[in-house]
């Protein structure tokens, strides 16, 4: 359906439809979890791995489902992976064939899965987003919806085949190359700042440089920024502080920089925007963007923006006082939860604080199990068969290991994360996005999670905030090569103006800072602080564009996607920790051992 054939009515139309099929699937949820698991079995009863684990074809009831098939990783089914990447067309996993693998990020270890997606998967999932999209639209922006444009910065990865011509690319690319979504959002449209030719050109340079040109030119017109993650949206920033005097050059005497030499981009943009200069947007750029104060820069930028929108769950939360610095306060808005398994939830109240988000996993995607983590087994020293609980079941205030079985041929697949129930919404749980299940850091008997780590970033963050630094990026590891060990942490801070309410920021303030977090990691790791197993916690902290090195790291040699790479926050990478350690400008320790009582 394409924005510009749409009025009135039909933006009514598909509200209601949207307000109907919520309430219907989320009051049936466990009637609609049995018929899915029914209907992914009876497709795929012929295949290999159903067979292998004793499945039989018609009237498997979900106990003898969940007593014969077992729960994997990606490591128990990678070998069957491999032989579909190999070419082998049999129907190993899936009755339908496989049309892409899709690259997972996944975990922030930098490890990349390969998952196999079906057409009948993708339209699944194009279908859910349209259906769902009109009420969460309507909460954010009100009766008057789809007014404004976003200006949305979407990248797309280079496709590779697979030695049988198998498409290999990122789930996210697989979207904005669904012709379906280029018939949507054609240019010039009613939704995005951004043309189909910046969008896919797979140079990351020219196709930010061009995004934010298009966001500029069209400045009146932006009511939201949006990116798929928040960590992109800073980066974003970054981008144009390096970048703004080019492109304000380039406005100013209306002739596109001769970096951007992809064919289709330079005549698409010239076409569009650039036969003209244009002397006063270019003040107004420039003006904006002079200066240390980047303080609410989206607001100068933008007169008329209204929200932004990103994730910032998770890992990402770390990046909300940033964005909420840089929008000058504009609501942050959180839609979707989404993962290469599975289309998994939406935010149904997207005005909420964005550190209050529950996503409601829609029951009629996949069927969905739920682990109950014991502290012991969360962090992997307890052999106890995992029991699940059906979605419908599930706990408020517990915490679950969310379990996939999908109509792509995983079957009973940890996803790796780790929710919990917050409420429900008609009879479906809604949950927050708790943190990735690994162990983030572990020395001795001490285990870090990352929502532990997270909780002594934010405590450093509030100690930083009266000295008006912010910390732009963070990441850790445990140090072996000292005895005894410790943990090092290593902080990328954006001091605003010179001195905050209480000075300027001293080491004495850093040590500080590394006393405040020993005493959030865990009472195991302080007892080990206590009998000197783990050494002082250091804090290095970074030249400014160091992480944006580390990305480029990832993305120039592991291969990671830009957009849905996420910063690990513990990072083993020989060379990933030179790149960080190049880049040290001071280090803190922490003066004295935490208190364990
Ligand atoms: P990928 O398969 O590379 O798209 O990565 C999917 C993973 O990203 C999920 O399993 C989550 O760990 C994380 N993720 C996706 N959406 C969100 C979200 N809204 N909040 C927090 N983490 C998310």
Known sequence: MSFMAVGKDDHAHA???????????????????????????????????????????????????????????????????????????????????????????????????????????????????TTIMPFIKRRIEGPEANKGKGFS????????????????????????????????????????????????????????????????????????????????????????????????????????????????????MIKTFMQHPDPMLANVIRAACMGENWEGIFRKIWPNIKYVE???????????????????????????????????????NPMCDPYNVSYTIMPNMAYYEFIPLELLSDYGSSELPPRTVDMANVEVGKEYELVVTNYCGLYRYKVGDVLSPTGFYNSTPQFKFMRRKNVLLSMDLAKTTEIELQTAIDKVSSLLHPFNTQIIDYTSCAEMKTTPGHYVIYLELMTTTSAGLNGLLTPEILEQCCSAMEGYLGVYYRWCRGDG????????????????????????????SFIQFKIPRCVKSVHMLDVLNFGVVSTHFSPSVPRTD
Request: charged share 20%; hydrophobic share 35%; with cysteine.
């Open 15 to 129: 509200y209601d439809e949207s307000v109907n099929f919520i309430n219907e699937v989320t009051s049936k949820c466990d009637e609609i979890q049995g018929k899915v698991l029914a209907e992914i079995l009876s497709q795929n009863a012929e295949t290999e791995y159903l067979k292998r684990h004793g499945m039989v074809h018609g009237g498997v009831d979900r106990e003898t489902f969940k007593t014969r098939v077992p729960i994997v990783t990606y490591k128990d089914i990678k070998p069957d992976i491999m032989r579909i990447y190999n070419g082998d067309y049999t129907p190993i996993l899936c009755a339908q064939p496989f049309s892409e693998l899709w690259i997972s990020t996944g975990t922030s270890d930098a490890q990349e899965k390969l998952l196999p997606a079906t057409d009948q998967e993708k339209v699944r999932r194009d279908n859910l987003s």
């Open 153 to 268: 910065l979407l990248i797309t990865r280079e496709e590779t085949v697979t030695p049988n011509g198998l498409l290999l690319c990122t789930g996210l690319t697989s979207v904005f190359k669904n012709p379906r979504f280029y018939r949507d959002n054609p240019y010039p449209n009613n939704y995005n700042t951004s043309p189909m030719e910046a969008i896919y050109c797979t140079d990351h340079f020219q196709s930010v440089y061009t995004q934010l040109l298009c966001g500029f030119y069209q400045r009146h017109d932006v009511s939201h920024a949006k990116a798929v993650f928040g960590s992109s949206i800073i980066w974003a920033v970054h981008f144009l502080k390096q970048h703004y005097l080019d492109i304000c050059h380039d406005i100013e005497s209306g002739s596109l920089s001769t970096k951007i030499t992809d064919p289709s981009l330079r005549v698409c």
């Open 310 to 348: 990103t994730i910032v769950t998770g890992s990402m939360a770390q990046y909300i006082p940033m964005l909420n610095y840089y929008s000058g306060g504009l609501p942050l808005v959180c839609v979707k939860y989404s993962a290469s398994e599975c289309d998994l939830g939406f935010n149904l």
């Open 533 to 560: 197993s783990i050494g002082p916690l250091e804090i290095r902290v970074v030249k400014n564009g160091t992480f944006e090195k580390v990305r480029d790291y990832a993305i120039s040699e592991l291969g990671s």
